[in-house]
């Protein structure tokens, strides 16, 4: 029977039939319960228009009403409601700025991206698929619903999309899907890039990364990607990468140091960037670690928090094994993991050396820092006093 996460959802598709609409389960959750997979958000096709949601629900949010979705919140969790609906006017290629709501589900999957996506369900587990999404999930294939070429034209991002759920679930293009994406890839260049990112964040961090990747290169689709279009032999050679990014830094920074890109480039992906930040710190590490060996008290204490994204970056570009664990431990081991661990801070020096501060005192904390940390002396107030004082007398005589 119906999962928990579906148990817990039933209850709007309850109400909503209780008011005399029709509701239904739909998208990405039927596909992944059908394929037994952990499911994400749950969305629901009804009959009733978005007023009519809100007034039948205590607690709502009007998240997209020009598209007929409310976000529909019960005992905490958040689902989006969606009307029955088709596209309206199609400007430039992306999602229109009108819909019209339609009477049937059918003519509300019908309107939807691939077969697969385009299967819903009812409140009994019943499966409604008009479309051969379940057979495509048999035989692991994606299949835009209808003509391949108006549903790339109704929204191009579909292209990426179909690429992000072959990283995803190792599936095949069918073959007049694939022809299309060859055929209105440069419909892609109408999209907000910050969609493009969505969908290709998703592609970096699928098991089947590499398929996708082979893909986006047989199609041409790359050609059409912010700052990529020259770097065919370099997303060639991402493809040959095995290991699984476990984070979206790290798929992030595998990609920019694979295909050589630096900060201009990423802003060109409008990245964040507080993201942006975290990626060129990965990326200024990999220039100098580039084996095992060159995991030195410095590089572990410099890089500390980024440790497991370097390391598995490394390891992915190298073929090898990472040791994430091993120096997450040597990391911990250090005899302090940042400056705020010191035993001593600027004020207790100030009074210390009875001095202003200035300049000197910087040089003095980064002399602290380093000692401790290569245990030239133990981390306790009175030592690094010590220390310190001896450090100045030194620095004097020379
Ligand atoms: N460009 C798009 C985006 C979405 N959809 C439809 O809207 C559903 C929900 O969209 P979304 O949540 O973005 O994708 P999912 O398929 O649910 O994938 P995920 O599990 O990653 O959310 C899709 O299944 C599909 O039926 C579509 O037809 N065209
Ligand atoms: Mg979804």
Not at 19 to 43: K, M, N, S, T, W
Not at 274 to 293: N, W
């Amino acid at each position: 029977m119906m999962n928990e996460q579906f148990q817990q959802a039933l209850s709007i598709i309850e109400t909503l039939k209780r008011h005399g609409h029709e509701a239904y389960f739909v998208g990405g959750a039927v596909r992944d319960y059908l394929l037994q997979r952990p499911l994400g958000d749950i969305d629901i096709a009804t009959s009733a228009h978005p007023q009519e949601v809100m007034s039948i629900f205590p607690k709502t949010v009007p998240v997209g009403i020009a598209h007929g979705t409310v976000m529909v919140i019960e005992r905490g969790v958040s689902y989006e409601v969606t009307t029955f609906r088709k596209e309206g006017r199609y400007e430039d290629y992306r999602r229109p700025k009108e819909v019209t709501f339609v009477s049937s589900l059918y003519e509300d999957l019908q309107r939807r991206d691939f077969t697969m996506n385009a299967i819903a369900m009812n409140e009994h587990g019943d499966i409604i698929d008009p479309f051969g999404g379940t057979e495509a999930l048999k035989q692991r294939m994606i299949e835009t619903v209808g003509d391949a070429a108006e549903r790339f034209n109704e929204d191009a991002l579909r292209m990426m999309r179909a690429l992000r759920f072959v990283s995803q679930l190792g599936f095949s293009l069918s073959t007049k899907t694939k022809q299309a994406i060859i055929q209105y890839g440069h419909l892609l260049q109408h999209i907000a890039v910050e969609r493009i990112a969505v969908e290709f964040e998703k592609l970096l961090l699928g098991p089947f990364m590499s398929k996708a990747i082979d893909l986006l290169i047989e199609t041409n689709l790359f050609c059409y990607l912010p700052e990529l279009a020259t770097k065919k032999r370099e997303l060639a050679q991402l493809a040959t990468y095995s290991i699984v990014p476990t984070h979206r830094t790290e798929a992030w920074a595998r990609f920019a140091f694979v295909v050589h890109f630096h900060q201009k480039e990423l802003k060109k992906w409008k990245l964040p960037n507080h993201f942006i930040r975290d990626v060129l710190i990965c990326l200024k590490a990999l220039e100098h670690i580039r084996s095992l060996s060159d995991w030195t008290v410095d590089t572990l204490y410099e890089y500390g928090p980024y440790i497991p994204h370097i390391e598995r970056i490394r390891a992915a570009c190298k073929h090898d094994e990472p040791h994430v664990h091993l120096l997450l431990k040597r990391w911990e081991a250090l005899p302090i993991r940042n400056r705020k661990e010191l035993a001593i801070n600027g004020n207790d020096l100030l009074t210390l050396f009875e001095r202003k501060a200035g300049p000197w005192l910087a040089t003095m904390i980064e002399n602290i820092e380093r000692a401790v940390l290569h245990r030239k002396v133990e981390n306790e107030k009175e030592k690094l006093k010590e220390w310190a004082v001896c450090n100045q007398r030194r620095e004097n005589n020379c």
